[in-house]
T-cell receptor, first 117, second 114 residues
Framework: AQSVTQLGSHVSVSEGALVLLRCNYS??????LFWYVQYPNQGLQLLLK??????LVKGINGFEAEFKKSETSFHLTKPSAHMSDAAEYFC???????????????FGQGTILTVHP | GAVVSQHPSWVICKSGTSVKIECRSL??????MFWYRQFPKQSLMLMAT?????????EQGVEKDKFLINHASLTLSTLTVTSAHPEDSSFYIC??????????FGPGTRLLVL
């Protein structure tokens, strides 16, 4: 079974400050990991993903995340927060163990990012 | 590329009626689509996996007779909430991908049952 834990349901930063959203996962197979962003009353937009290869992955809107196998972590960062980054962020792990639900996602609880002027 | 649409975006219905939600992949084909439900201030929970040409796979605790899924083609999956009740009010989101390993999400459908 897979699981995802996001530390901190709410994170508040000032505009221009570093954004750090934490994600730890549990998976019995090499994981595919994702970060999605959700704006109110909208679907999820893919920010970035890790499959294989380089452990530091860059995504859209200046976000990046680093896969650390030894720490089972996939934290999301952005050097300088912008007001438009205010949203809810979800970390997810993909089920690639086979079967009819191959590719299904297990999500963390979500982290609401607030950006103060 | 990799655009997923949903229709309708909002639906209000009376208790006891049925509601159909469509999920379409616009620029790719998908043999598998997923249906999630999201309650207010909560994360997404997988309801079922929709497989083209075969029966859907439901997660534990999801009533298959209540949430009917039909994957009619490689670009369309439908979720029908039968005999809807107020507790079925939620945000329903589908996902699909050109490859199952990467999923793209539709904009979601807000269902309100009165």
């Amino acid at each position: 079974a897979q699981s995802v834990t996001q530390l901190g349901s709410h994170v508040s930063v000032s505009e221009g400050a570093l954004v750090l959203l934490r994600c730890n996962y549990s998976s019995s197979v090499p994981p595919y990991l994702f970060w999605y962003v959700q704006y109110p009353n909208q679907g999820l937009q893919l920010l970035l993903k890790y499959t294989t290869g380089a452990t530091l992955v860059k995504g859209i809107n200046g976000f990046e995340a680093e896969f650390k196998k030894s720490e089972t972590s996939f934290h999301l960062t952005k050097p300088s927060a912008h007001m438009s980054d205010a949203a809810e962020y979800f970390c997810a792990v993909s089920d690639l163990s086979g079967g009819t639900s191959y590719g299904k996602l297990t999500f963390g609880q979500g982290t609401i990012l607030t950006v103060h002027p | 590329g990799a655009v997923v649409s949903q229709h309708p975006s909002w639906v209000i219905c009376k208790s006891g009626t049925s509601v159909k939600i469509e999920c379409r992949s616009l620029d790719f084909q998908a043999t598998t689509m997923f249906w999630y439900r999201q309650f207010p201030k909560q994360s997404l929970m997988l309801m079922a996996t929709s497989n083209e040409g075969s029966k859907a796979t439901y997660e534990q605790g999801v009533e298959k007779d209540k949430f009917l899924i039909n994957h009619a083609s490689l670009t369309l999956s439908t979720l029908t909430v039968t005999s809807a009740h107020p507790e079925d009010s939620s945000f329903y989101i589908c996902s699909a991908g050109p490859v199952p390993e990467t999923q793209y999400f539709g904009p979601g459908t807000r269902l309100l049952v009165l």
